[in-house]
């Protein structure tokens, strides 16, 4: 994406980085045989038949340790398909003071991009347009992580290419554009009042 908005805030960064969530990788050929396995062993209590302990087996796992991880691997590949993450290129000055200043507030990343989101969908949000840093000065960057409702990206994407064929704006903002926009705003009053909590998946429109 183009340079974030030119009003990165004064702060210093202390040089500490918040821990990384996990990191997704793909179910297991095991977990993929786990899951079909559990299937198979509710049609077969709905159904009746003979006995199959190999589906006894299955439901059984569920009740161990593994079992918990299994279905929390489960839980993340569900996220990801509805969540992918969004990587914002941005200076690692900026991307470092959002995260050190909406950790002390307690705001969590994930749930004020998908408010901002909602916000500019709604007409309550102008993200700034982004503007080049002078030639010989562009700043270090860094990817900032966010995990972002599919659908509300798609139709952020879509309102900003219809602004711009209305001739409501000069550019067409993108979802990643609104985002960082709409942090940088945030870092101006501490991320106050902080959204920690993301609301229902978002319909098609």
Do not use: C, Y
């Not at 914002?88 to 749930?111: N, Q, S, Y």
């Not at 500019?120 to 860094?142: D, S, V, Y």
Request: charged share 35%.
């Amino acid at each position: 994406m183009d340079n974030a908005p030119t009003r990165p805030p004064g702060r210093s960064r202390n040089g500490r980085r918040p821990p990384r969530g996990p990191r997704l990788v793909p179910l297991s050929r095991d977990d993929n045989k786990r899951v079909e396995l559990t299937k198979q062993a509710a049609e077969h209590l709905r159904t009746g038949g003979p006995a199959r302990p190999e589906l006894a087996d299955a439901v059984d796992f569920l009740l161990t340790d593994e079992g918990r991880k299994f279905i929390v691997r489960l839980g993340w590949q569900d996220t990801a398909q509805r969540k992918p993450n969004l990587a914002m290129e941005i200076p690692v000055t900026l991307r470092d003071d959002i995260k050190e200043v909406a950790a002390a507030a307690g705001a969590k990343l994930e749930a004020e991009a998908e408010h901002a989101l909602r916000e500019f969908l709604a007409g309550r949000f102008t993200p700034a347009q982004p503007k080049k840093a002078p030639r010989g000065k562009t700043p270090a960057k860094a990817n900032l992580n966010v995990r972002v409702d599919r659908e509300l990206r798609r139709r952020a994407d879509e309102l900003g290419q219809r602004l711009l064929a209305e001739d409501e704006l000069d550019w067409a903002p993108r979802a990643s554009n609104v985002i960082v926009s709409w942090f940088t705003d945030r870092l101006e009053d501490d991320f106050r009042n902080p959204v920690k909590k993301t609301d229902a998946p978002a319909e098609s429109e």
